[in-house]
């Protein structure tokens, strides 16, 4: 018995099928034990929605609350005050806490399938820590940043066992996520090859088309199912890492292409690019 259970995390920038995919891995991950659903994202996006229909104050009072939160993003701009980064300071301490609880359940035996997966390496965005992009000279937020990286120092220290990147083109993340900011769009899209996640096992999963529909285009009502690919449609060159290796299977089971053919180290920003080989899921 392992000494905690399989944790998946899957990232992506806005609009790349995160949901999606999470509740396909979750169900194939099911039938070889109990599993769970996480998530450890901000969880601002839905509150903005909130503020927004707040009857007279809500719109400018989101529009105003984005705009704080776009200085704190900004490298070369200053946290716009103590409050903004108050604010900050709390969602962080909120995805500390269901980090917890997605470690108290791996405790238990149960498998995760994680949507995001807090990073040390991009401060300011992209589920990394909020404080530590922009500048300050206000020794209580100072204070409070530094408190801030300890948690997030902790959180990337605990290695998710797998890291499946979900890969999306500039043109289908802004017709999917029309509200958004381009310009935060397109700096998750470039950032997401990168990412290490202080050195878990990652592979590109990139969704060549959901249903009958390219990726240039709408989504479509329903899940996306997996389609099962034989073993010898993957570099051999590549060793073998799969759900196999976390989840016993009957001799002869053919797993879907999710299952399959895992590199063996992280790539680099080209080989995650959506003309290298990455694992697909039509």
Known sequence: ?????????????????????????????????????????????????????????????????????????????????????????????????RWAHIQALRQQGVAVVADRYPQIEVPGFYDGPGLSAAHTSNPLILWLAARERALYQLMAAQLPTLVLRLNISMETALARKPDHEPDLLARKIAVTPRLTFNGAKTTAALPRKLGNISPIGPIPAGPARPREIPESDFDKNRAPFSLRALFPVKSGHRLPALAAGFPSENRTPEATSPTSSSIVIP
């Open 1 to 97: 018995m392992p000494a905690s259970a399989p944790l998946i995390a899957l990232i992506g920038a806005d609009g790349s099928g995160k949901s999606t995919l999470l509740g396909d891995v979750l169900a194939h991950v099911r039938k070889h034990g109990p599993a769970e659903a996480g998530y450890l994202g901000l969880g601002s996006g839905p509150l903005g929605q909130r503020i927004k229909a707040w009857p007279l104050i809500g719109v400018p009072l989101e529009r105003f609350l984005s705009e704080r939160a776009r200085r704190a993003r900004d490298p070369e701009g200053q946290i716009p005050g103590i409050f903004t980064a108050l604010v900050l300071y709390r969602y962080s301490l909120k995805r500390h806490k």
